[in-house]
């Protein structure tokens, strides 16, 4: 983790996060979340940007061998990144639909899969794109204004 | 209504968090799939569930729930009190079902969390 003086103007973040491991899932956007109520953001700003890098987190560690989670903090702006090595995404427009999921059944038992993330990311954000390379992987970038 | 209230109405034992008893809670979300939990932004809701995993206390985190409770006598392992213990978020656990627990509160008055509109204009 990688972390510079957040009395600096922008302040970046930067997480790996290990496919596979839902134990530690949650650790990094939690980190993100506690960084920007200390920088003082509003709850409301604070929550969305905690729900979009969640759902990322998670969507690394459900479906990613191994990513980074990412987040430039700068007063009128926050910025995630979340980027991995995974099988990437054949048809993201299918991806984006509620409800559509490729997440296996014991991702489901865990609560998750539900085919509502990438959605809610969108939700959650005021600019968001997603790139993906089917057996590359996965970058998403999404910008909450602090606003 | 309270959290004080709250375990009287449930007949709820409590896991963690006895300080934050006296916190007042006006909407519940219910379920067991927490990537729809997480489309409800309502701060300070009571999250009712019958799913027991650590990722059900990161989900409380994130949405900022003021309590979590635990259906049909469910109970929290260690490692989610741990979490819980640290973020402040208290857990219990009541012995009725989802359909009693929501029929009580709504009865109560506690009200639903409207869902935010779908966003289509952004890509």
Do not use: W
């Not at chain 2, 109970?75 to 741990?82: D, I, N, V, Y």
């Amino acid at each position: 983790m990688k972390e510079n003086n957040p009395s600096a103007k922008n302040v970046t973040l930067e997480y790996p996060v290990k496919g596979m491991d839902f134990l530690a899932a949650g650790e990094a956007s939690s980190n993100i979340k506690h960084t920007l109520q200390l920088i003082g953001f509003s709850p409301e700003i604070i929550r969305r940007a905690a729900i979009a890098a969640y759902e990322a987190e998670m969507n690394i560690v459900i479906h990613a061998n191994e990513g980074v989670l990412r987040t430039v903090i700068k007063p009128d702006k926050i910025e995630l990144v979340a980027e991995d090595t995974g099988p990437g995404i054949p048809d993201i427009d299918l991806a984006m639909k509620e409800g559509y999921s490729t997440a296996p059944d014991h991702i489901r038992e865990m609560g998750f899969g539900a085919g509502m993330g990438l959605p809610n990311i969108k939700n959650c954000a005021d600019e968001f794109i997603i790139d993906s390379t089917p057996g590359k992987g996965t970058k998403l970038r999404v910008v909450i204004y602090n606003q | 209504m309270s959290l004080n209230e709250l375990i009287t109405l449930l007949e709820a034992e409590i896991h963690c968090g006895q300080d934050k008893m006296d916190s007042e809670i006006s909407h519940v979300c219910a379920g067991d799939l927490m990537s729809d939990i997480l489309m409800f932004s309502q701060p300070h809701a009571l999250l009712l569930t019958g799913l027991v995993n650590i990722q059900v206390v990161r989900t409380a985190e994130m949405l900022d729930i003021a309590a979590v409770v635990f259906i049909r006598g469910k109970k929290p392992s260690e490692e989610m009190l741990e979490l819980a213990r640290r973020k402040g978020i208290p857990l219990l656990t009541t012995n009725k079902t989802m359909y009693l627990s929501c029929g009580l509160l709504y009865e109560a008055g506690l009200k639903d969390i409207p869902l935010p509109a779908v966003k289509t204009e952004l890509k």
